[in-house]
């Protein structure tokens, strides 16, 4: 009885090391790869994360009854809205885009048009299907409005955010009216946008109208800057946009048209594990982004771990690899090990004293606590915590809804 019950316990623990083996395990980075990753925290750090409301948002506050105006937004909020949108188009390698006077004016008389009849947000507001132009709204500001929410990035939400949580909402597209074919995504991520247009305005039903103007008739006809867009991006990706509740996956081809619904596998090259992609859905048809093929799919069981290289395998169509690193550096104790610095790891050495901590990290961690102490200048240190990290928390969002671009030439091929 007692062998049997030592041969249990034995089993168990046996178990229990595998387990902890395949979940510790971690990718080796090359130097380059450890640059990059810092490279994208600290940009991602100096990011302005200021959040806005009605009292901060406007250089000039819209008057939205009679005698309507559409006001004029915080430059810093654009200018903020922009640099969110180009850091995560950085992540896939996608050239920056720019904006101008006239596509914000448009995209602004556009926001405040939404706010001025407090366009409901839980339906369709692509060119304003199901609302009546108000008397005080001209005809022509009401044709505008029609036009560029028709070809824009729609995102309606009831709370503080930043400028640059609504790109982050957009990006992610984890909330989303129509299913998961990620079409805010496909056209902040499109390899043919070029330029765009930020508008925001607060309806008096509290909901913040933001508008990012994204279809351009120039841009339909240009060359694509890039052949294929994955999401998770190849070769580096934040494990911040990888997880979380309906965050799905995507691959986009610019010029190359795929009908089918192919069968995907995700394998977890530290450990093994494969797993199957699951939703796997075809948006080809959309035209979203003016990619040719759009494909969707959920990440499923996969164990999405910082540190950890995935390879996707859209079956007949595309294989990619991918490592996961922490976005946000202040609260990142991944180890980023290089192939030299895991063989002069001592595997015998499995616990290290907390002073001695700083010399068993690998670089990419030490220059995140300095670039925390740059960053955090009122954090308090005390003896306490002084050899350790600050975790910052940052405020939840409660976005509630965004909707989807239809373009002329899919409207027309539904008809």
Known sequence: MLLRKFSITAMIAVLLVSLANQTTQAATFTTQEINEVHNFQKEYAQLDKTSYSISNIYAKKPHLSKKFNAGRLSSKYIRTQINYIN?????????????????????????????????????????????????????????????????????????????????????????????????????????????????????????????????????????????????????????????????????????KTIRSVPAITIKDLDTGIVTNGTRVKNYSTSGYGNFKTLITYSPGKTQIIPGHEYEVNIQGIYKYTFKLFKQDATNDTTNYATEEEKSQTNPNQANVSLNNQAEAQSPILIQNQILSAVTMPKAIITPTNSNSLYDLLAPKSKWQQNFFIKTARIQKHLR
Request: proline content about 5%; charged content about 15%.
């Open 87 to 255: 850091y995560y188009r950085s992540l896939f390698g996608l050239p920056a885009v720019t904006t101008s006077n006239t596509l914000n004016n448009n995209a602004q008389r556009t926001a405040a048009v939404m706010a001025a009849i407090n366009a409901n947000p839980f339906v369709n507001q692509h060119g304003l299907p199901s609302e009546k132009r108000p008397t005080y709204i001209s005809k022509a500001t009401w044709k505008v409005a029609k036009e560029t929410s028709e070809t824009s990035n729609l995102n309606f939400n009831v709370s503080h955010q930043s400028a640059g949580d609504v790109i982050t909402d957009l990006i992610t597209d984890h909330y989303n009216l129509s299913g998961s074919d990620t079409g805010h995504r496909a056209w902040l991520l499109s390899t043919r946008l070029t330029t765009t247009g930020i508008g925001a305005a607060y309806g008096s039903n509290g909901y913040r109208y933001s508008v990012q103007k994204v279809l351009n008739a120039n841009d339909m006809f240009r060359a694509p800057s890039q052949p294929v867009i994955t999401y998770p991006s190849m070769r580096l990706f934040p494990l911040e946009l990888a997880k979380g509740k309906n965050i799905v996956w995507s691959v986009y081809l610019s010029s």
